[in-house]
Structure formats: structure tokens, C-alpha cells
């Protein structure tokens, strides 16, 4: 299912919570690599500041090639300088808050970078998401206007988000560049499972951001927040397990994993965390009890193949991949992934199938891979996209076919010189 390349980066990033991963990295180092794979991945993923990280701990900089030691590099240094001045515009956030009298949860990333001090240069972050109160939902958002920020409406209008999705229209500021989500809940509000989000304001802990007062979940919040964001986009963040991983390293001893499964099969939400849990124990070696995932998928309750399925897709759609060659794109795999979560029938799994494949995929300004999100149906696509799947699947055939049949393109024989030395066989 993965290549020595694949292995290579999970190892890289599992490194930091298990030091068995670094043995790995060696020997993978001493077969060879194709780098140039390693790097696009890694960029995708928005992992390249964690794999230079790892490279120069593990002091494997020396067969790297010199142009992609290179890119690593300067991708770590334009990660750390980025995310220095999201942390140094979060605290003055935090303090205007402050003075409103505005209590804050730091979500994902930020908090990450706070809570883990040599994160904080490592992670790549798109945004800062946080998390306040419903009845502060209109004065956040005007402290936030008041500091610069504007409304990104190129997805819904504003409107819209106050009464559909768990979080306020997404706040940009043009000369700082800093994107920031109003929260009021961490889960979607059309999802088929819940979490009351007064349990986890009672949950949180303190945490200072410089001058600035905020708070965090708890490590048991943490990491059911992170399964659950990963499961939400289809599996497709490999950052987000390195998350996983990190957190579960630093609090495994103790966090509470028997309230996390209580709370997981009253909430309904128990295989959205099997699987991102069960795939951060597989790839990356996280230190997860054997019996967490097993309990997991006991208190799932999907049928076999249902669970074989998903456990095949989720291992597919981990890595974002050149998409150019690909019978179904990644996104749709994604989509899958995430409809068989929500326990369709075979009926409501054809109709999705088959909708997605006439259907082309929303992209999203500022979002660098491909959405899971569909556009509306149109004939010119559903021909166009018809006849691309049917030639892609030539393609495919046609390749299986030459390799099961040994044939392969004419490769005239070697001649060896008359006094050419002759090697023993």
C-alpha cells in the first residue's frame, strides 16, 4: 500500500513521539529515496517544516540531494517566520478580547504551537481558529472589524454561516495576512452525531499567550477534536495525524482513555475515531493501548466490509498525490470515505457515486488541494468527465493487461565485446 518514500515521511514524523522511528529513517535513508517525490508530498501534506525538522535531528541532511535540502530549508524558515507573526497577532487578538471581558478556547494549530513551544515553528497553519461563547459571537466579530479584519464571503455569505455552520464568516486581514474562524462549536452543525460544547468550556484549561489570557481543551477534548477534524476531511491531513501522534505522546500516561470512549459512543462518533486513531498506531507508531482502537471498533458497529472498505480508503486517501494519472481523483475518494461514516445504504453509497463523478469539484481560493466540496451538475462536465474516466480506464486496463502479459516496449540485447571479460553467473 506505501512506498519506502511514504514510509520514509511517516517515519519523519512519528520521530518526535517514538524513537524507534528514527532507526527506520536510517535504514530507509541507506536504500535510497526518490526525493523529488518526497519534497512535492511534503508541501501538499504542508509538512516540510516537520520533515527538516526531523532530517537535522536524525543528521540525515547528508544524502539528502543539495537542491532539495535546499527547498526544505527555505520552506522552514518562511514556516517559521509565518507562523511567528500569526502567534504575535493572536496575542494582540487575545488582548483586545481580553478587554471585553471575552473568554477565549484556541483551537488546532494555535493551540498546538502554545501548548508545545518547539511546535510552534514547525507547524504549518493556514488560519487560527477560536472558539468563544455564543452569547460573545457578535462582539468578537466586532472586535475583529475594528482590528482590520474583513469578511471572506467567496464560499457563502455571512449570513449564512450565523445559522448553518459552527463557525462565523472567516476574517481576513490584508496587510497582516492572517486569515482567523470565530468558532461557536467544533463540529459542523449538520453533522449525524454531537458534542455539547458547554462540556468543553468546563473541560478547558488556562493558558497564557504572552500578555494575553485564553484557554485550551483539555488533552481528552484535544484529541477527540483532532479524530474528529481529521475524519471530517476525509483523511486527507497528514498533518493532522502528526497532531494525533504528538499529543497522544505527551499526555499518554494521562489521559483519561476510558471517558474518551464513554463519551465517543454517547456522542455517536466512536468510528471517527477508530480510524484515525487505528491508521496513527499503524503508520506512525503512536503509543495508542492496544485495547483503545479494538473498543473502538467493537462500539462502531460496522458490518466487515464495510469496515475493510473504509480501512482500504482511509490508507488511500492519506497522501495527496498527482492526481493527473488517477482513474478517481483523490476528493472522491474522500467523499466516499466520508459517506460511509455516515452508515448509507448501498443505495444512498450509488446515488453519491455516481452524482460525484458528473459533478466538478469546488475549489476554494486558498485551499492548496483539492475539495471534496461539489459544484453544481452540468451536461458539458458529465460528457467531458464521462469520457475522461472511460479513457483513463483503457489506460488502466491496457497497463494491466501488458504487465500480467510480461509484454513491454523492445529493449534490443546487450552485445558484449569479443575480449570482454566474462562474469561467472
Request: charged share 25%; with cysteine.
Amino acid at each position: 500500500m506505501f512506498s519506502r518514500e511514504d514510509r520514509f515521511i511517516f517515519a519523519c514524523l512519528g520521530s518526535a513521539s517514538n524513537e524507534g522511528a528514527v532507526s527506520e529513517i536510517h535504514m530507509l535513508l541507506r536504500k535510497g529515496l526518490d526525493w523529488d517525490y518526497i519534497l512535492q508530498t511534503a508541501q501538499q501534506s504542508r509538512i516540510v517544516s516537520l520533515l527538516y525538522h526531523s532530517l537535522g535531528l536524525v543528521e540525515g541532511h547528508e544524502v539528502v540531494p543539495g537542491p532539495i535540502w535546499r527547498a526544505l530549508r527555505n520552506a522552514y524558515y518562511q514556516v517559521g517566520l509565518r507562523n511567528l507573526l500569526c502567534h504575535s497577532e493572536l496575542e494582540n487578538v487575545l488582548s483586545s478580547f481580553n478587554l471585553l471581558g471575552i473568554e477565549t478556547i484556541i483551537l488546532k494549530g494555535a493551540a498546538l504551537g502554545e501548548i508545545f513551544p518547539e511546535y510552534r515553528a514547525l507547524r504549518e497553519m493556514s488560519d487560527v481558529d477560536l472558539m468563544v461563547q455564543e452569547k460573545d459571537l457578535e462582539a468578537a466579530d466586532e472586535a475583529l472589524s475594528k482590528l482590520g479584519y474583513s469578511h471572506c464571503e467567496y464560499y457563502r455569505p455571512r449570513e449564512w454561516y450565523k445559522t448553518h455552520h459552527h463557525h462565523w464568516a472567516p476574517r481576513y486581514h490584508p496587510i497582516k495576512e492572517t486569515a482567523i474562524e470565530i468558532h461557536r462549536n467544533i463540529l459542523p452543525q449538520n453533522m449525524h452525531f454531537h458534542m455539547n460544547p458547554d462540556g468543553l468550556w468546563k473541560r478547558s484549561g488556562n493558558l497564557k499567550i504572552g500578555a494575553a489570557e485564553a484557554k485550551a481543551l483539555s488533552p481528552e477534548d484535544l484529541i477527540i477534536h483532532l479524530c474528529l477534524n481529521s475524519s471530517l476531511f476525509g483523511f486527507r491531513d497528514l498533518r493532522g495525524l502528526s497532531d494525533i501522534c504528538r499529543v497522544v505522546g505527551q499526555y499518554n500516561e494521562t489521559i483519561n482513555w476510558d471517558w474518551i470512549l464513554k463519551e465517543a459512543h454517547e456522542g455517536g462518533f466512536t468510528a471517527h475515531l477508530y480510524y484515525p486513531l487505528s491508521l496513527a498506531a499503524d503508520v506512525m507508531d503512536a503509543t495508542i493501548r492496544e485495547r483503545i482502537p479494538k473498543n473502538l471498533r467493537k462500539t462502531s458497529e460496522f458490518e466487515p466490509l464495510r469496515d475493510r472498505l473504509l480501512r482500504m480508503i482511509v490508507k488511500r486517501t492519506l497522501l495527496v498525490r498527482d492526481e493527473s494519472n488517477l482513474l478517481f481523483p483523490d476528493w472522491f475518494w474522500a467523499g466516499l470515505c466520508k459517506e460511509l461514516l455516515k452508515r448509507r445504504d448501498l443505495t444512498q453509497l450509488v446515488t453519491f457515486i455516481g452524482r460525484s463523478l458528473l459533478r466538478a469539484p469546488l475549489d476554494l481560493p486558498g485551499d492548496n488541494k483539492p475539495s471534496s466540496i461539489s459544484g453544481p451538475l452540468s451536461p458539458y462536465y458529465a460528457v467531458r468527465r464521462s469520457i475522461k474516466l472511460a479513457h483513463r480506464f483503457c489506460k488502466v486496463m491496457v497497463k494491466s493487461i501488458t504487465r500480467i502479459a510480461g509484454w513491454g516496449p523492445f529493449k534490443p540485447a546487450t552485445i558484449r565485446q569479443e575480449n570482454a571479460p566474462c562474469r561467472m553467473q
